[in-house]
């Protein structure tokens, strides 16, 4: 399964019917509140009903993501991050040993070739920094086999979207 | 050294292990101080105070690997709204895992918003095992380092420590599943419930 999160709009962008694409930044998702529910009360399932519990299993099942997003700080910029955040769900609250560090065991999450268009960076150092931090962020989240394009603009943002789902479709 | 405005950049502030760590750095700052919540919202009361500050102090956990996301939304705001003056920064970070140096990259992503800010970074805390560390007796080991920290910044001396319970990767990795499956136990949750593979259910 194919999915892609993006954080402004795609017009040009074409698709196979089936392939789900959805707007976080249009999605009502609160900022995740740190109750650890979803790992003692509830387990699997985050205890705040918004649009996040249609969203993560989503993130679980697919195999190949495209995440569109600018960045702020060196990290997702806030619609994207507040999502990671409240994907926490997709996780255990118990600790493995992967790649030798001390990481949560993962739910169902199928493993992912994750696409990352970010936009908005200031600076080498930001992308630096990104780069950084999705490699960290990839260990929890299955998605080792990444690949971060940046983009200048917006619109070169679209263009390069526009090149991973074309790779998809061919 | 002016005032010290204190951030807590947790997401449950009021029952956050950062306000522990906060409690803690108090019993050994004797200067003048203001604290703030980012759960109180109050955030343009909190960036009219920094006026009155030098030194900003943000205590957070890390999450997902970064910053808390309303704590990175109040460092936009301070950003857009800066202090006519500069501040140092100064943070203590709290991770669950056992590495400190899981920190490493949100310590870097605060060195990146004082470069954006103008303002300089100062006295780091790096706490790991943090979610389970305030109810062991190693907690004397965050406080002793709490307090290094409030001296530091005290005294304007840069430090870089870091606090860790003194646990092989398989001591961590069981006390861990204790301490989970303890706080499974206080809502009637077993461990093959809290195990389960199902997202949102089946």
């Known amino acids: ?97 992967h790649h030798g560090e001390s990481h949560h065991v993962q739910r169902a999450v199928q493993p992912k070739q994750l696409t990352v268009v970010a936009y908005g960076a200031q600076d080498q150092e930001e ?35 526009g090149k991973v789902v074309r790779a998809w479709v061919n | 050294m002016g005032k010290l405005m204190i951030v807590n950049g947790s997401p449950r502030a009021p029952k956050s292990n950062s306000k522990l760590y906060i409690q803690a750095f108090l019993s050994g700052w004797s200067g003048a101080y203001e604290l703030y919540s980012l759960t109180q919202r109050r955030q343009e009361d909190c ?12 205590v957070f956990p890390l999450y997902t690997d970064g910053l808390p996301s309303g704590l990175m939304a109040f460092l936009q705001a301070l950003l857009a709204q800066p202090p006519s003056h500069p ?38 805390l790096r706490i790991s095992c943090g979610e389970a560390f305030p109810t062991t007796p190693f907690m004397a080991i965050a406080r002793r380092k709490l307090r290094k920290l409030a001296s530091a910044i005290a005294k304007g001396r840069p430090v870089q420590l870091t606090a860790s319970m003194p646990l092989t990767k398989r001591m961590f990795l069981r006390a861990a599943q204790r301490y989970w499956l303890g706080r499974g136990r206080s809502f009637g949750v077993s461990e093959e419930e809290m195990s389960t593979l199902e997202i949102e259910g089946p």
């Not at chain 1, 009903?49 to 960045?71: E, F, G, K, M, T």
């Not at chain 1, 990839?138 to 979207?161: C, G, K, V």
């Not at chain 2, 920094?50 to 102090?57: K, N, T, V």
């Open chain 2, 87 to 124: 501040l140092r920064v100064h943070m203590a970070i709290n991770c669950g895992f056992l590495e400190p140096s899981q920190n490493d990259v949100a310590v870097d992503m605060i060195r990146l918003f004082c470069k954006r800010g103008g303002h300089s970074f100062g006295a780091c």
């Open chain 1, 127 to 161: 992308r630096d920094l990104f780069r950084r931090w999705l490699g960290r962020n990839s260990l929890n989240t299955l998605a080792e086999d990444y690949t971060i394009l940046f983009a200048d603009s917006e619109a070169q943002a679209e263009e390069l979207a």
């Open chain 2, 47 to 58: 960036l009219a105070s920094l006026e009155q500050c030098s030194d900003l102090l943000l």
């Open chain 1, 1 to 97: 399964m194919d999915l892609i999160l993006t954080d402004r709009h795609l017009p040009s962008l074409s698709l196979p019917d089936n392939t789900p694409v959805i707007h976080v930044a249009e999605q009502k998702i609160a900022p995740c509140v740190g109750c650890f529910g979803c790992w003692i009360k509830t387990p699997g399932r985050c205890v705040i009903r918004d649009d996040a519990p249609a969203i993560y299993p989503a993130i679980a099942r697919c195999d190949r993501l495209l995440v569109v997003s600018r960045l702020l700080l060196g990290c997702y910029d806030l619609p994207m991050k507040r999502l990671v955040e409240r994907s926490l769900p997709n996780q255990q609250a118990f600790i493995r040993l």
